[in-house]
């Protein structure tokens, strides 16, 4: 069976400081994969999606990126947070065919301080 | 571009009752997929229900179901029989084939003893 690990599940960074938030999913290939963020009071804001490596489309222009340096592999990164940046960030995967629903990753509560 | 609006931020029901909770969507296309999650205070979220918008019977799963109206682009969840273990963030998500899934800001249901 599938399954996703995004870690860690709670991390507090000062301003400034970078970012690296990891995702991984086993028991598929080839998936598509996805960033969220889910800011306090606020519904799920797609951050970055995957079709496959080294491809990434970006939704939302900030000083997040994110990587795919493997199939399975899904990074989130900064090179220096901002307060802004604060929430709580979903990782989910997809089969290659895009009419199934996502699957989410437990979550990494972000806290910037 | 797609939107999904959720009205109502916050809802409660006494245990046991029935809630329906509201959905609006709005796109311009014919073949697309809906979908209510649901995510307690763990963080998680889980797919409670999905609904084919060719099919024109709505979906259930055990207490959970949806009246799906295509014409008013309109997509409300009915909990029957609410437990306590159902208090959680609802989301409503739409994607067309090809795309990515928009979500709603969410309902928070919390269901009284």
């Known amino acids: 069976s599938q399954t996703i690990h995004q870690w860690p599940a709670t991390l507090v960074q000062p301003v400034g400081s970078p970012l690296s938030l990891e995702c991984t999913v086993e028991?598929?290939?080839?998936?598509?994969l996805y960033w969220y963020r889910q800011a306090a009071g606020r519904g799920l804001q797609l951050l970055f999606y995957?079709?496959?490596?080294?491809?990434i489309s970006s939704e939302v222009p900030q000083n997040l990126s994110a990587s795919r340096p493997q199939d399975r592999q899904f990074i989130l990164s900064s090179k220096k947070l901002l307060l802004s940046d604060s929430g709580f960030y979903l990782c989910?995967?997809?089969?290659?065919?895009?009419?199934?629903?996502?699957?989410f990753g437990d979550g990494t509560r972000l806290s910037i301080l | 571009a797609q939107t999904v609006t959720q009205s109502q931020p916050e809802m409660s029901v006494q245990e046991a009752e029935t809630v329906t909770l509201s959905c609006t969507y709005d796109?311009?296309?014919?073949?697309?997929?809906l979908f209510w999650y649901k995510q307690p205070p763990s963080r998680q979220m889980i797919l409670v229900i999905r609904?084919?918008?060719?099919?024109?019977q709505n979906a259930t799963e055990n207490r959970f179901s949806v009246n799906f109206q295509k014409a008013a682009k309109s997509f409300s969840l009915k909990i029957s029989d609410s437990q306590l273990g159902d208090t959680a963030m609802y989301f409503c998500?739409?994607?067309?084939?090809?795309?990515?899934?928009?979500f709603g800001a969410g309902t928070r249901l919390t269901v009284k003893p």
């Open positions: 989910a995967w997809s089969p290659d065919s895009s009419n199934q629903p996502q699957h």
């Open positions: 028991g598929t290939s080839n998936p598509n």
């Open positions: 995957s079709v496959g490596i080294g491809q």
């Open positions: 796109t311009s296309e014919s073949n697309y997929y």
């Open positions: 609904q084919e918008a060719y099919k024109q």
């Open positions: 998500a739409f994607m067309k084939h090809g795309d990515d899934m928009r």
